[in-house]
């Protein structure tokens, strides 16, 4: 079965950094999007950033310039940097990954455990 494993939060004072990494494991034929979610307290869970397998982001507007979302392919592997951050950062921070177990199946997503990201002084 296919687990993501995350790690990397934790509490940081405002304008500090973080980086988040997510680490996918089981038998997987492709990754198609991975991806990074949120979700703050009393509030729905929102996408934060999504990176291709071609390489293309894409971000939600309030982390733009602030965050930067990578990946390695060759170790199912991929990352959240965060930088200057902000109090309304605090959330539970999933990790996504929409990817195919074998040629044949079709894609489906999984989530991570989540973790905790508190900006805080």
């Known amino acids: 079965q296919v687990q993501l494993v995350e790690s990397g939060g934790g509490l940081v004072q405002p304008g500090g950094s973080l980086r988040l990494s997510c680490a996918a494991s089981?038998?997987?034929?492709?990754?198609?999007?991975m991806g990074w979610y949120r979700q703050a307290p009393g509030k729905q869970r929102e996408l934060v950033a999504t990176?291709?397998?071609?390489?293309?982001?894409n971000y939600v507007d309030s982390v733009k310039g602030r965050f930067t979302i990578s990946r390695d392919n060759a170790k199912n592997t991929w990352y959240l940097q965060m930088n200057s951050l902000k109090p309304e950062d605090t959330a539970v921070y999933y990790c996504?990954?929409?990817?195919?177990?074998?040629?044949?199946?079709?894609?489906?997503?999984?989530w991570g455990q989540g973790t905790q990201v508190t900006v805080s002084s």
């Open positions: 996504n990954a929409n990817l195919k177990l074998t040629p044949w199946t079709l894609s489906r997503d999984f």
């Open positions: 089981g038998t997987i034929f492709s990754i198609n999007t």
């Open positions: 990176i291709s397998s071609g390489g293309s982001t």
